[in-house]
């Protein structure tokens, strides 16, 4: 049975490489930060544009905007490790599961309250400020 239960698990769950965030490229034009590769973090954490938009908006205190170039454009002078640190805590708080740790996340609604499921462990949390 146990063997039966281990082959219904999805892929993503058997794998044992560890989770990595692309590191931000960015640079600071005029009183503008630009991150360059924006959508390769998108792509890695699997959500929506906005909720990220607006965490990092709000963290860093100021106006965000997405450009032709789905590249992030932050109205002041942030360097990397600034950024780096919010993506790490963004992530941290609302992608990784706060049991096993893994990625392998998707928000779901339930009579009206959004959680965090695990399709890794199936663990279902709470998630503050989603």
Do not use: W
Request: charged letters at 30%; glycine letters at 4%; hydrophobic letters at 35%.
């Amino acid at each position: 049975m146990l063997e039966r239960l281990y082959a219904g698990l999805p892929e993503s769950t058997k794998k044992h490489e560890r989770f990595v965030m692309p590191q931000t490229d960015s640079f600071i034009q005029g009183h503008k930060t630009i991150v360059k590769n924006f959508s390769t973090i998108l792509k890695a954490i699997n959500r929506d544009n906005k909720h990220i938009f607006k965490f990092i908006a709000k963290e860093t205190a100021t106006s965000a905007a997405i450009d032709d170039n789905n590249r992030l454009v932050l109205n002041g002078k942030f360097n990397r490790e600034q950024i780096n640190r919010l993506i790490e805590s963004y992530v941290a708080q609302f992608i990784l599961c706060p049991e096993c740790k893994k990625p392998d996340t998707k928000v779901i609604e339930k009579q009206g309250i959004r959680l965090l499921k695990c399709e890794a462990c199936g663990a279902i949390s709470s998630v503050k400020g989603l």
